[in-house]
Structures are given as C-alpha cells and as structure tokens.
C-alpha cells in the first residue's frame, strides 16, 4: 500500500519544491512549496505535508496536505528554488526574478526583494518587451537565472544589481540551468546543447559545447549528480533520458526510451543518486532504480576462493564508475517504475528529499509520497 | 423542428443601457461581445454619443467558480477512466463497475459541497457566503437527481431491492435528522424532550425500525404502566418483514409474509390496543400505511418524494419499477395538495420516476446553470446503453451534444482549456472540429505553453494547427530579434518559406556586420539545414567559413566554388562570395586548380555580363575596382596554376 495523499488545489501546478532540512534534522521533511501557472492570478503557496503521527491513530487517515501561506505572483511561475530554510526564488514568465520570504512565526510570506524585467527582448526599459526567464538555480547567496532571451544573469541575494550578465548567451532558448561547482554552470537549450559556462572567465562564451546527434531535440531540464559531478542527466522534448559524462566527448553516454512526451523534470535522489525521477507532459511520473545490480553483487564475496575475490574486485571498481555511466544497459540491470498509472494530464513538477516525494500536475492537483522507498 | 419549450432567459448586461439604445452583438467561440449602438429603440438615431464599452457575456458562469475547480478536474479523471474501460463494460462486471462509476461521480460532487459549505462557514463576507450557499444546495440538488437515476437507471433495481435503495437515497438526504436526535438523546431524559415522538416518527418513516425501537425502550422503561402496549409496538416493529438484497426469499415469500404481518397490525389496531396513546396508535396507522397519518406527518417529511417512499415501504413494499411513476404522481399530487405547485427539482424527479431520461436531461440543462452535470450524466448514460435510439435533429447525438457545450465551456476558461481537449477527443463527430477552432484561441503566452499546445496538436496530427502554433511562435521571436528561436521555431514546423525569410535576415546582418550571429545554432543546423536552400547556402557558407578559419583551404575553395556552380548560392551574394575567394587566391600556394579558376572567371563573368545595365548604374568605384581586383588574380592564379601542373606533369 503506498501511502500517497492528493489535495485539489485549483490551480494548475507548475512547480513544487520541498524546503531544505537544517543540517542536523532527523525529521522526513514537511514544508513545501508551489507555483501556479496560466491562473489569471497565479500563486506561490506554502504547504505542511500533514502530521504523519496523526495517520497512526486511526489507520486510515493519512492527513492530506494544507496551505499554510499564500501570495499573489505577477506572472506564471516558471521555476522555483530554495536558497535558504526561508527565502524562495522565483522565477516569473514577465522576465522578473524574485525572492519570497516565508516567515515561519506567523505564517506569512512577503516578497523579499525583486529584480524587475531580469530578463527581457530588445529593450529593458520599454513597457513590453519581457521575456520569460525559464529557469533559475541558488548556492546562497548567488542566484543564475535563464530564459527565454538566451541571457544568463548572475545575481546575489544581497546585492541590487546583477553581479553579471551575459547577453546572447544563446541563440535559442535556454530552459534550464543548475550548478556544475560552484564556479560553473550547466545550462540546456531548445536546440539540444548542453553548454558549461565558467562564471570566471570574462569571456562570454561556453567552456564547453555538448549536443545531442542527429534530429536537434530541445532539452527542457538537467540534473548533476550530487557525488559524481562528472555525471549529469537531461530530459528532451521526445521524453529521452540522456546521460552525460563530462569529462569526455560531446555527446550523450547514454539515451534511454523514456516518456512519451515532453520531460519537464529530472531529479537526481540528493541524498540516494542510483536513484532517479522524471516527469512528462505525458501525465507519468518515473523512477529510475539502478540500485539492484548493486545490491545483487556483494552476493560474489559470500563465495570465497581467489577468482571470486578478483571478481569482487573488479565490481568494486565498477560501482565507483557507477551504474548510470554503463554503456551497455542491457548488462546493467535498471528497474523503472512508473509511479502514476493513468494519469492523462501533464506533471509538471517534482522534487525528492529524503523518503518524500512531492509532485504537481496540470489536473490542479498536488501529491506527496511519504514512503518512496518502501 | 421542436417548439422551444420554454421561453429563452433574459439577460441583462450591467452597465448596457438597454433601455433607450439598441444593442448589437456578435459571436464568440463560447462567449458574445455585446456594445451599444448609436440607434434609439425607435430605430431613430440617436444624437447623443454612446459609450465607447464592448461588453463580453459569457455562458457558462460556473466554470469561474474557484471551488468547482475541483469538481471539473477529478471528474476529469473519473470520466477518462470510463472512456478506457469501454470493452470491459461488455461483460456482467459491467454494470457493477458502472455503479462504481456513478458513485466516484457522486463522491467528487460531495467533496466539492463539504468544500463549499466551509468556504461559507469560514467567509465573512455576507454576500459572498449567500453566493457560497446558493451553490451549495445547488450542488445538493444535483447530487439527490443523480443518486436517484443511478438507482433506476444505471443500477436499474428490481423489485424489492429497489425499495431498499430508494430508502437509503431518502436517508442521505433528508439529513436534519440526526442532529434532532442528538439533542434528544443529550437530555437528561429522552423520553420527556419535547422532540421525542418526532424523533420516533422520523424514524419510523425513514423505515429505520431500530433505531425507532431503541428510543421506543427508553420511553417504556420510563414508563411501566403500559409496558405491554410497548411490548405489542416492539413486537410488531420487529417483525416487518423487509425485501433483502440477497436472493433468499422470492417475492411472493415476501408479500404473503407481509400480508400476515399486516394483518396483525390491522388486528391490534381495531382491538384498540394503543387507543390510551395517540402516538403510539398514530405509528401503528403509519405501519399499516394509512396514507392520512402518513401525510399528517407531512412537516417531518418536508418532501414529497419522502412521502412517496414512505407510502411504498408501508403499503407496496414490492413496488416494480414501471409502477413507480403512478405512486409518484399521486403522492406528489397528495403532498402539495393543490397549495404549491411543483419547482423545477420536482419536475426533474417526477421524470426521473417516469422513466423519461431524456426528459430529466432537458429540464437539466435548462435549470441548472453548468453543463457539467448533464454532460457527464448522459456519458454515464450512454455508457449504460440507455441512450441509443435517440437522435437529434442536429449533430450528432445528444451525448455528444452536451460534451461539446460543456468543452467548449471549459476552452473558455484561461486556465482549464486543457481538460477540454480530452472531452473533444471523445466526441467521435465533431469533436475534431471544435479542437481545431478552439485551440488556435488558445493565447501562446510563453514558449512553456506554446509547447504544450503544440504537443496536443501533434498527438491528433492537426498539422494545419501545429504550423500557425509554429509560426506565431517565430513572428514573436523575429519581432524580438531573436533570429535563431525564430529558425528553430520554422524548423519545427517545417515552414519552408519562413525558414528562407530568415536565413535572408542573417546573410543580410552578415554583409552588413561581417560576422555572423548565432554561431552555435547555425554550426549545429545538421539535416534539419535541407528544409529550404537558403538555409543550406547559410549553413553551407558557415561551413566554408569554419574550413577557412582552420586553415584548411583546398577543401573551403572546393565548398566555395560549389556554392555557386550549384547554384545554392543566390546570385545576389555570388559577388560577396567572389570576394571571399580573394585572400585563397593570393595565398603563397596555389589553391584553386585550372579548371576551378576557369570555373571562378567564368562566375566573375556571368555575374558581370549577367546585370550590365546595373553595372552602368552602380557609379561607385568600389564594384568597379573589386571586378577589377578579382579579374587580375584570377589572372596570377591561372599564371601561377598553369606552371605549377605543367611541372608537376613535367616531373
């Protein structure tokens, strides 16, 4: 029995996010946040996850999610960050970037501070001319953010201005950003690069191109993993995972059948990487488990004898090159469950923090697994 | 054609002055745009200036309603879900599964009433709560006529069962009763609260004997002296033989077992056993079905359809379905007893029991003020096989019918279109055509939505939507100067022309700025560069670009050569292209071989002989002395070929 819990929220769903745990918290996390999108009155709202030890009393009930706080957001939200346990970044379609602060002794949320048209066409001062920014990723206290300008914007939380921007960044649009180190970013376009920048250099150009071969499919979202920095994964227009080592080549380690439709999102586990969840305009939401093969191996060390040893040896060696970066899938034994039979409308959203899982759909609902792995 | 059977409803605009002024209108998709006119009422014109206001009058007002939100999107679900499992339903399960259905239906409507009814608790607003309220015995309304034509026609109980059934449908919503009871078993002595017999009554007449019996014990026990009555009353209450669901009795086991019963309790009541007790004797009457003491009891029934069950439980208990709709017009006709005449909910119900579905669907749609309901009541219908002898004298059938108003009503709505499309998708007719319309309306605000319009497009191959989609998208983008979305934009779509329009623009930036932009889209065009020729020469002439920047230029003089030979160059950059041959042909080595420079004086030649009028025109000497330039290395060049072969062949 998986103990999910849905509550229709009346706005479709653009962007969930589960607020960091402090450091030393023992606790699954509760908070989360979401966005809205193409609401004439689009809101980020504040969410409790409801009290797990309430569900113990009478068995059945599993305490559906409720809104703690909620604020108007000009715009659609098109993407969403936590920079600390109290401020969210958000990123609008009218090209504004803004910080909420959530205050947690009253329940409020305010709006922090805001940077106006961050990202815009032709003229930032005309009264139009605002583009969407797309995406946008924190390392307290600096914030990047994309859109569909081609720009990159180098913010810090602290600062009025952009610390730097690099125009024409992108001939086409870019979708989504996410730190590489703390010095690089990663960004994905609608032509089916992926480029690393180097915030350093002054230069105004990649560090480095990848590209998918062949049939140029927009890339809409990108994950590092959070050990192996080496590894990241990309989601396409077509539903294809895409696997990438960047240490060589210019083209994908891997690509994997996916979903049907557009892959909105892909999230390595922060804490648990042979884990990993995608979701789709296709109304599915995947979880991708490479961790059996894993599992299954130490089993070579129960045999004794010195071939065997060997043996465990080189599959020692193998897990520390990790599964994700196998060249040969049908070796590698990868178990993919889909976690959402018959849904029809699109998941825009998920994300993953311990054992929970929250994810938003266009059918104006929002759902949280308590027990991912269970 | 059908008569209208009612009059249409008036409506009138807030701030149109319809009184003095004409008004004139004109269709939208699921709305009308109404503005006044300069003509009097008289047709005279009127001198005084009009308002300058365009009014936009909408249909479907519900869909606006934030917390029906709710009911539009689960249902969603559960209607998707119905559509699936159509070979499944073939079989015995079916009907089963589609009672099943019926209830999931039921459920969302009344999650979505709960939600109301705390939205009115908790607002302060007083007009807002009377809204909140108003829609909440709206919602009610809908879910008492959907339970009921759930029992007769999805369901379809038999006799027995479908007392049964119509006796819980009248508990779940007459539903003042329990808080009644709990003030009258909170008091310190039930028996002596002023709503103790009532209570008793309402049990009685809701067929819930032992609930009744249980509040009858408390009265006994305070009562000792006519302990034997109560006894009797006990006794008969318990032996009322009920129909049960399972198939263990037959009906006429039932009926001669109710005769006996009913025999008994004429019996006690002639006696005058409980003459000393006028409520006691009044329940008695009520067990016999005496339709006076029933209906005496009218204000604890409030309704007539409760009367009608309680009649049927006490005097037909066996009641076939095609035998309702007399029982339910007599006890209708009995209950308002000529002082009230029936509303609109009567009306629904009393054909329901008549067993005129398409009747219930029409008062429906004409009372209630969404499609919602009757749309996913005639699916569930359909689905039932209840529904197919009738057509209309338009479109195509009536379920379809009220899944296109309902979609078309949800297209509307800025945010929950994309429900919509599944409904089109299910209307086989004319569904396609009403996606198609409705969908180019959908306003493309960012690239994030435009994808996922497109998306839905692509899915039903609506190729004539996805290329304006496409199109839209690349106008925005070379309005906004971004050249290379806009490209990738006509690339999608495959818009062949556009894709031209805009590789002009970038060759144009090009001779005007000597760099190209967008370098890291046109290095990685890859098959897509095949849609026009001017996008090839563009990719192409980039690529000759990249050989001559890493110095390998045998292979960049081939490229160039070809660009114009072939004619993928177009003639208006053959002289730019010329010039660009200039440094290959000054190099240290020689580069173009004897036949490529005949080749190149040869293009030099055509383009000159080719517009000597222009030629003439052009005054300036720059042209002039570019030819001039051009015609003397290519003349080195030859020299310095011609001896290069000659010795290499010498050698």
Redesign the interface.
């Known amino acids: 029995m998986e103990d999910v819990s849905a509550k229709f929220v009346s706005q479709k769903i653009s962007r969930t996010r589960w607020r960091p745990l402090p450091a030393a918290a023992l606790q699954p996390p509760d908070i989360f946040a979401t966005g809205s999108w193409d609401n004439e009155d689009n809101r980020i709202s504040i969410w409790s996850a409801g009290d797990l030890g309430n569900a113990g009393l009478n068995g059945e009930y599993h305490g559906e999610p409720h809104l703690l706080c909620d604020i108007q957001h000009n715009g659609d939200v098109m993407d969403m960050q936590f920079l600390d346990q109290e401020r969210i970044v958000v990123a609008s379609s009218t090209g504004t970037v803004t910080i909420f602060r959530h205050h947690q002794n009253n329940q409020t949320l305010s709006a922090n501070h805001r940077w106006d048209k961050a990202h815009y066409h032709v003229d930032q001062d005309t009264s139009c001319g605002g583009a969407a920014c797309t995406g946008v990723v924190c390392n307290n206290p600096e914030i990047v953010t994309v859109g569909e300008d081609g720009r990159i914007n180098l913010f810090r939380a602290d600062q009025k201005d952009a610390v730097r921007t690099i125009d024409n960044a992108d001939s086409s649009t870019l979708h989504a950003v996410t730190f590489l180190r703390t010095t690089e970013i990663l960004t994905v376009n609608s032509i089916g690069q992926l480029k690393i920048w180097d915030l350093r250099h002054q230069r105004n150009e990649p560090s480095q191109i990848f590209s998918l071969a062949g049939d140029r499919v927009p890339l809409h979202c990108v994950d590092r993993h959070p050990n192996q920095q080496h590894i990241v994964a990309t989601g396409g227009q077509d539903g294809m995972l895409s696997i990438w080592d960047i240490r060589q080549g210019t083209m994908p380690v891997s690509l994997l059948n996916a979903h049907e439709a557009e892959m909105w999102e892909v999230h390595f586990h922060p804490s648990d990487p042979d884990h990993l969840f995608t979701c789709s305009e296709d109304g599915s939401l995947w979880h991708w488990d490479t961790s059996t093969n894993v599992s299954e191996k130490p089993s070579f060390l129960h045999q004794g004898g010195r071939s065997t040893a060997y043996l465990s040896h080189s599959t020692i060696n193998q897990s520390v090159v990790s599964a994700w970066l196998s060249n040969d899938p049908t070796k590698e034994r990868m178990e993919i469950t889909n976690l959402i039979p018959n849904q029809t409308l699109s998941v825009n959203s998920l994300d993953v923090l311990g054992p929970c899982l929250v994810y938003g759909t266009d059918a104006e609902a929002i759902y949280v697994n308590r027990q991912l792995f269970a | 054609m059908d008569e209208p059977d009612t009059e249409p409803p008036l409506v009138v605009v807030p701030g149109a002055d319809s009184s003095s002024r004409q008004l004139c209108f004109a269709w939208g998709p699921a709305e009308v745009l109404v503005c006044e006119t300069l003509f009097g009422r008289a047709g005279t014109e009127n001198g005084a200036p009009s308002s300058s206001r365009v009014f936009v009058v909408r249909r479907d007002q519900d869909i606006y309603i ?2 029906l ?2 009911l539009f ?2 249902s ?2 559960i209607f ?2 119905l559509q ?1 499992s159509e070979e499944e339903l073939a079989g015995k399960s079916g009907k089963a599964q589609l009672v099943q259905v019926s209830k999931n239906y039921r459920s969302v409507i009344r999650a979505c009433m709960e939600d109301m009814h705390q939205a009115a608790v908790s607002t302060r607003d007083p007009a807002l709560q009377g809204q909140y309220s108003t829609q909440v015995s709206i919602l009610s309304a809908m879910e008492l006529i959907w339970n009921l034509c759930e029992i007769l026609f999805v369901e379809a109980a038999t006799a027995g069962p479908l007392l049964l059934r119509l006796l819980d449908w009248v508990r779940l919503h007459v539903c003042d009763v329990d808080s009644m009871v709990r003030e009258v078993l909170g008091s310190e002595s039930p028996s002596k609260h002023k709503l103790f017999w009532n209570v008793v009554d309402i049990f009685v007449l809701q067929g819930r004997m032992d609930e009744a019996r249980h509040l009858l014990s408390k009265e006994a026990s305070a009562n000792p002296t006519s302990m034997n009555m109560y006894k009797i009353l006990d006794d008969l209450m318990k032996k009322m033989p009920v129909p049960s669901l399972s198939n263990t009795q037959t009906l006429t086991e039932l009926e001669l077992k109710w005769q006996h019963w009913h025999e008994e309790c004429q019996r006690y009541l002639q006696d005058g056993t409980f003459a000393s007790n006028p409520h006691m004797e009044s329940i008695c009457k009520i067990l016999l079905g005496d339709e006076d003491a029933i209906l005496e009891k009218k204000e604890l029934m409030t309704t007539w359809y409760h009367f009608l069950v309680t009649r049927l439980l006490y005097s037909h208990p066996t009641v076939k379905p095609m035998e309702l709709r007399f029982y339910a017009q007599s006890s209708m006709d009995l209950f308002l007893g000529g002082e009230s005449s029936p509303e609109p909910l009567d009306l629904i119900l009393m054909a329901a029991f008549e067993f005129e579905m398409h009747q219930v669907i029409k008062e429906c749609s004409i009372v209630l003020s969404n499609w919602w309901f009757v749309a996913h009541l005639t699916d569930l219908l359909d689905h039932c096989k209840l529904l197919q002898s009738h057509n209309l004298y338009f479109g195509s059938n009536m379920r379809e019918f009220l899944l296109l108003e309902y979609a078309s009503g949800l297209f509307s709505h ?2 929950l279109w ?2 919509g499309v ?1 409904y089109f998708d299910h209307c086989p007719e004319y569904g396609r055509v009403y996606l198609e319309l409705h969908i180019e309306r959908i306003p493309l ?5 435009a ?2 319009v497109l ?1 839905i497009c692509e ?1 039903r191959q609506m190729h004539e939507q996805v290329r304006s989609i496409c199109k839209i998208m690349a106008m925005k983008a070379l309005r ?6 806009a490209l ?1 934009w006509s690339i999608r779509a495959k818009d062949a022309a556009f894709a031209t329009l805009i590789s002009d623009r970038f060759l144009k930036d090009y001779s005007e700025r000597g760099c190209f ?5 046109i290095d ?5 560069m095949l849609l026009s020729d001017r996008l090839t020469f563009l990719g192409k002439y980039r690529e000759f670009h990249r050989l001559y920047g890493e110095q390998r230029f045998a292979e960049a003089a081939r490229l160039l050569l070809t660009l114009m030979t072939a004619h993928i160059a177009p003639c208006s950059f053959w002289m730019t292209l010329l010039t660009d041959a200039l440094p290959l042909l000054e190099q240290k080595e020689v580069i173009f071989s004897a036949e490529q420079t005949y080749e190149l004086m040869r293009c030099l030649e055509d383009l000159t002989a080719g517009n000597p009028d222009k030629q003439k025109f052009q005054d300036d000497d720059i042209e002039t002395t570019k030819v001039e330039m051009l015609r003397l290395a290519l003349a080195r060049n030859l020299a310095r070929v011609i001896v290069k072969e000659g010795t290499v062949e010498g050698s």
């Open positions: 934030q917390t939100r709710k999107n689960e969603h679900g998707m879900g699936r800025h945010s994309q429900l599944d605000s960012t690239e994030q939505k994808l996922k998306r899915q906004n100067n971004r050249l290379g979305s990738s932009s967008d370098l890291d889209l990685n065009l890859g098959p897509s």
